[in-house]
T-cell receptor, first 110, second 113 residues
Framework: DAKTTQPTSMDCAEGRAANLPCNHS???????VYWYRQIHSQGPQYIIH???NNETNEMASLIITEDRKSSTLILPHATLRDTAVYYC???????????FGQGTTLQVKP | DAGVTQSPTHLIKTRGQQVTLRCSPK?????VSWYQQALGQGPQFIFQ???????QRGNFPDRFSGHQFPNYSSELNVNALLLGDSALYLC????????????FGSGTRLTVV
C-alpha cells in the first residue's frame, strides 16, 4: 500500500471549510484513498473513500487529482466537534490492513 | 444498529500476566481486525480474522494471538505481558465483499504495571 504524507497540524475557523491535503504519489491503480478521523480517546471513524472520481457524503467531500497522486478532504462547514486527528490511507479493496501514519491534527477554533 | 462493541473498556494487569480482550463486530460484518495504539501514535495493525482464520498479520510477536468465533466475534490474547504492551487496543469490523470501510470500536485501554 502506498505511503501517504500529510501536514502535521492545521487550524480552521468554526463555520469555514477545512481543506486537508494528502500526498500519495506512489499509489497504484487499484488502491483506494480512505479518510478516517480519530477524536481524542475514541476509535477511528470512517469518513469517506474514493478511487479516482470525486466523492461526497453527508460528512465530507473527497477531491482526487486526475493523476491520483494527491487528494483533499473537505469539511464544508467545520464545527468544534470536527477537532480530531485526520488520517489519509491508501488501501486495496476492503480486506487489507490499514497503515496509519501520524495524520493531521485539525484544530477548529471559535 | 449496534456498532462494534469491545470489552472491557479499561483494565490493569501486572507484567508477566496474560490478558484476553473481546470484540463483537457490527451487525452484518464478517471480518475483524485488531490494532494497537500507543499514546501519541497512530494505530498499528496486529492481525485480521475472516471465516475463523487469521488472514493477515502485522509485525507483532507470537505472544499476541487471536480467535474468531462462528458468530464473527473475536478475542485478542496477549501472553507474558510487558510494560510496553500498555496501549489502547482497537477492534475494527468490515464486510469482506463490500468496500464500505472499517467500523472501529472505542477500544480497550490496557495498562501493564
Amino acid at each position: 500500500d502506498a505511503k501517504t504524507t500529510q501536514p502535521t497540524s492545521m487550524d480552521c475557523a468554526e463555520g469555514r471549510a477545512a481543506n486537508l491535503p494528502c500526498n500519495h504519489s506512489t499509489i497504484s491503480g487499484n488502491e483506494y484513498v480512505y479518510w478516517y478521523r480519530q477524536i481524542h480517546s475514541q476509535g477511528p471513524q470512517y469518513i469517506i473513500h474514493g478511487l479516482k472520481n470525486n466523492e461526497t457524503n453527508e460528512m465530507a467531500s473527497l477531491i482526487i487529482t486526475e493523476d491520483r497522486k494527491s487528494s483533499t478532504l473537505i469539511l464544508p462547514h467545520a464545527t468544534l466537534r470536527d477537532t480530531a486527528v485526520y488520517y489519509c490511507i491508501t488501501l486495496r479493496g476492503n480486506t487489507g490492513k490499514l497503515i496509519f501514519g501520524q495524520g493531521t491534527t485539525l484544530q477548529v477554533k471559535p | 444498529d449496534a456498532g462494534v462493541t469491545q470489552s472491557p473498556t479499561h483494565l490493569i494487569k501486572t507484567r508477566g500476566q496474560q490478558v484476553t480482550l473481546r470484540c463483537s463486530p457490527k451487525s452484518g460484518h464478517d471480518t475483524v481486525s485488531w490494532y494497537q495504539q500507543a499514546l501519541g501514535q497512530g494505530p498499528q495493525f496486529i492481525f485480521q480474522y475472516y471465516e475463523e482464520e487469521e488472514r493477515q498479520r502485522g509485525n507483532f510477536p507470537d505472544r499476541f494471538s487471536g480467535h474468531q468465533f462462528p458468530n464473527y466475534s473475536s478475542e485478542l490474547n496477549v501472553n507474558a505481558l510487558l510494560l510496553g504492551d500498555s496501549a489502547l487496543y482497537l477492534c475494527a469490523s468490515s464486510l469482506a465483499e463490500k468496500n464500505y470501510g472499517y467500523t472501529f470500536g472505542s477500544g480497550t485501554r490496557l495498562t501493564v504495571v
